[in-house]
């Protein structure tokens, strides 16, 4: 059976290469909820292509604007492929640290 | 299926926000009483692979692409739909405020879809499936499907109430797309609690009590 230590270490490198082959084989269409927003826009039929230049948020009328570092899990146009394999690879190692510290932190001190 | 902030108001996104709370402080506890030193590495693992999945959009035809949401899978490895409310919680803290994905007031809606709507609707459908179809991993499957298709539609009538989305036509778009990336869920969720099974059993079986005890 295989131990908890090599598990992680299965189950990390095999989060890093898909992370990593996401960034390279990603599908570039909407997604369901995008392509949904583009569908009752008239900008697209049900089953047909989504158009290039669709803006799938055009629809909504919010007025909260929020600057992410890392836009569309990305380090910017300049930075290309290798930005975008740093971004994904950082979100793995974050969502990794992240949820173990926030795990311990919520079990401290239980008897 | 992450909503950006454009799609609802902000007094809305207030409400879902209240109500991601209370199932939040939920889950906490859960963490609390059914987290030991072998599932918190566990939990980590799974978050950065649902993290890792959700990077990867899969072409489903009809000039759209999904990806793996990992509700019905985090409740279903861990044993409790709390499991996924925690998990995809902290995902999403992550998406929304490093890579923009997915809205910052709107982030208690998506909690409520992907991480209360999914975990418990892929929860109590694997456990209510199980028996009937006799394997674990079809049940798990086909829970996970559901678990993708309702909480879509749920993200459908959000937006209608928000007067985003035309009603009907917002459920026919969602629910058909997301039944075709439901497909996707449903496959990655089977594959991955074979995988599990296969290499460490007892993790789905381990009796929290007996073993923080």
Same mark, same amino acid.
């Given at each position: 059976?295989?131990?908890?230590?090599?598990?992680?270490?299965?189950?990390?490198?095999?989060?890093?290469?898909?992370?990593?082959?996401?960034?390279?084989?990603?599908?570039?269409?909407?997604?369901?909820?995008?392509?949904?927003?583009?569908?009752?826009?008239?900008?697209?039929?049900?089953?047909?292509?989504?158009?290039?230049?669709?803006?799938?948020?055009?629809?909504?009328?919010?007025?909260?604007?929020?600057?992410?570092?890392?836009?569309?899990?990305?380090?910017?146009?300049?930075?290309?492929?290798?930005?975008?394999?740093?971004?994904?690879?950082?979100?793995?190692?974050?969502?990794?640290?992240?949820?173990?510290?926030?795990?311990?932190?919520?079990?401290?001190?239980?008897? | 299926?992450?909503?950006p902030d454009a799609f609802i108001p902000i007094g809305q996104a207030i409400v879902y926000w209240?109500?991601?709370?209370?199932?939040?402080?939920?889950?906490?506890?859960?963490?609390?009483?059914?987290?030991?030193?072998?599932?918190?590495?566990?939990?980590?693992?799974?978050?950065?692979?649902?993290?890792?999945?959700?990077?990867?959009?899969?072409?489903?035809?009809? !000039?759209?692409? *999904?990806?793996?949401?990992?509700? +019905?899978?985090? @409740?279903?490895? #861990?044993?409790?739909?709390? /499991? $996924?409310?925690?998990?995809?919680?902290?995902?999403?803290?992550?998406?929304?405020?490093?890579?923009?994905?997915?809205?910052?007031?709107?982030?208690?809606?998506?909690?409520?879809?992907?991480?209360?709507?999914?975990?418990?609707?892929?929860?109590?459908?694997?456990?209510?499936?199980? !028996?009937?179809? *006799?394997?674990?991993?079809?049940? +798990?499957?086909? @829970?996970?499907? #559901?678990?993708?298709?309702? /909480? $879509?539609?749920?993200?459908?009538?959000?937006?209608?109430?928000?007067?985003?989305?035309?009603?009907?036509?917002?459920?026919?778009?969602?629910?058909?797309?997301?039944?075709?990336?439901?497909?996707?869920?449903?496959?990655i969720t089977g594959i991955a609690l074979y995988l599990i099974m296969t290499v460490r059993p007892?993790?789905?079986?381990?009796?929290?009590?007996?073993?923080?005890?």
């Amino acid at each position: 059976m295989m131990e908890i230590r090599q598990l992680i270490i299965v189950g990390v490198v095999l989060s890093l290469l898909i992370g990593v082959t996401a960034v390279f084989f990603a599908s570039g269409d909407p997604d369901g909820l995008e392509s949904t927003a583009l569908f009752v826009q008239g900008e697209k039929t049900l089953t047909g292509e989504s158009p290039e230049d669709g803006d799938a948020e055009a629809i909504g009328a919010g007025t909260f604007e929020y600057e992410a570092p890392m836009p569309d899990y990305t380090l910017g146009e300049d930075a290309g492929k290798p930005g975008e394999v740093l971004a994904v690879v950082a979100g793995i190692v974050i969502a990794l640290i992240g949820v173990f510290a926030v795990a311990k932190a919520a079990t401290a001190g239980k008897a | 299926m992450h909503i950006p902030d454009a799609f609802i108001p902000i007094g809305q996104a207030i409400v879902y926000w209240v109500v991601a709370l209370i199932f939040i402080a939920l889950a906490l506890r859960w963490a609390r009483t059914d987290l030991n030193e072998d599932k918190i590495p566990l939990v980590a693992v799974l978050a950065a692979g649902i993290f890792a999945l959700q990077a990867f959009n899969l072409p489903i035809a009809m !000039g759209t692409s *999904g990806h793996l949401v990992g509700g +019905a899978l985090c @409740a279903i490895v #861990l044993g409790s739909p709390y /499991a $996924a409310v925690f998990i995809l919680t902290l995902v999403l803290i992550i998406q929304g405020f490093i890579f923009g994905d997915g809205g910052i007031t709107v982030m208690g809606a998506n909690i409520i879809n992907m991480g209360v709507i999914s975990g418990f609707v892929g929860f109590y459908s694997y456990q209510g499936l199980k !028996g009937a179809i *006799g394997s674990p991993y079809a049940a +798990a499957g086909i @829970a996970a499907w #559901l678990a993708c298709v309702i /909480a $879509a539609l749920a993200a459908s009538v959000e937006l209608f109430i928000a007067g985003t989305f035309p009603l009907v036509p917002g459920l026919i778009a969602m629910g058909t797309y997301h039944a075709a990336i439901g497909i996707i869920e449903g496959a990655i969720t089977g594959i991955a609690l074979y995988l599990i099974m296969t290499v460490r059993p007892d993790i789905l079986e381990m009796p929290t009590e007996a073993v923080s005890s």
